[in-house]
């Protein structure tokens, strides 16, 4: 289903006409455009750059190209924004429960994002609470895990915003462990050589963090969702979701 190829053109943008509005699957093709929001400085997800780069990207631009339509990026900060530009779909949503949102349709997940803390190999191993006492953790202000790290007196430190300067305070040594995604995880890895000790954090912490990572269709209706599930299910078939998630060192589903 939609396996015809075309050379695929990216545009990018910050704000369309008001008027602009997502689409269904027929609409989508009937433009010859799929239009996606991402966030313009969010990697390993998503960055706005020379070339756009990013998962979230990548997944979106084989998508595209299944569909033979171009890819056209709004970058927004946030998602309220999506409303003025009026984009087709988010490439990395949760899914949670059963999928439904009141937001926007789910589509099947195409990859698990599970949060790992991860320490550098000279500190001691993690097999409790216990074990941080007297450490310092990385973690995004607010979150489950700050709340389970918080609870037990541990120290957090929460000025890392995001995954990426959390880590890179973990290899400068500024914090002792940081509780991260294993999508961030694998590509800072990748991309500074560095071997981190990786341990769930659920178990250490003893919370649900994990969720299944979908697309997120805006303004769909069921053919659409059940267009875009196929449409991942080809690109798991001919390999192109599992060649592009191993650039970030992780797998799809």
Same mark, same amino acid.
């Given at each position: ?12 943008? +910050? ?10 699957? /027929?609409?989508?093709? /009937?433009? !010859? ?11 390993? +997800?998503?960055?706005?750059? /020379? ?12 998508? &595209?190209?299944?569909? @033979?339509?171009?890819?056209?990026? $709004?970058?927004?900060?946030? #998602? #309220? ?6 984009? *087709? ?8 429960? *059963? ?7 789910? %589509? @099947? ?5 599970? +949060?790992?803390?991860?320490?550098? =190999? ?15 953790? !990385?973690? %995004? ?23 990426? %300067? ?9 914090? *002792? &462990?940081?509780?991260? %995604?294993?999508?961030? $995880? ?27 990572? &979908?697309?997120?269709?805006? =303004? ?34």
């Amino acid at each position: 289903m939609f396996t015809t190829i075309k050379k695929l053109t990216v545009l990018s943008c +910050f704000v369309l006409s008001p008027l602009a509005s997502a689409g269904t699957i /027929e609409q989508i093709l /009937e433009k !010859g455009e799929l239009h996606l929001c991402a966030h313009p400085a969010q990697m390993p +997800f998503s960055a706005r750059a /020379e070339k756009p780069k990013g998962f979230q990207i990548d997944v979106a631009k084989a998508i &595209a190209k299944k569909l @033979d339509v171009a890819l056209n990026v $709004s970058w927004i900060m946030p #998602r #309220r924004q999506a409303k003025k530009v009026g984009c *087709d779909l988010y490439s990395g949503v949760a899914r949670l429960g *059963d999928g439904d949102s009141k937001y926007m349709l789910i %589509s @099947d997940p195409y990859l698990r994002l599970e +949060f790992k803390l991860v320490t550098l =190999k000279n500190k001691p191993t993690i097999k409790n609470l216990d074990d941080l006492g007297a450490m310092v953790v !990385g973690v %995004s202000s607010g979150s489950i895990a700050s709340h389970a790290l918080s609870s037990k007196q541990i120290g957090i430190a929460v000025r890392f915003a995001d995954e990426a %300067s959390r880590l890179q305070a973990l290899a400068d040594g500024l914090i *002792d &462990a940081a509780v991260v %995604s294993n999508v961030s $995880s694998g590509w800072f890895q990748r991309q500074h050589g560095l071997q981190l000790v990786e341990v769930d954090a659920e178990k250490i912490l003893n919370a649900q963090l994990n969720y299944d990572y &979908a697309l997120g269709l805006r =303004k769909a209706d069921q053919n659409t969702r059940a267009a875009f599930n196929q449409t991942l299910v080809d690109l798991k078939k001919d390999g192109t979701l599992g060649e592009l998630l191993n650039e970030y060192g992780v797998s799809s589903l």
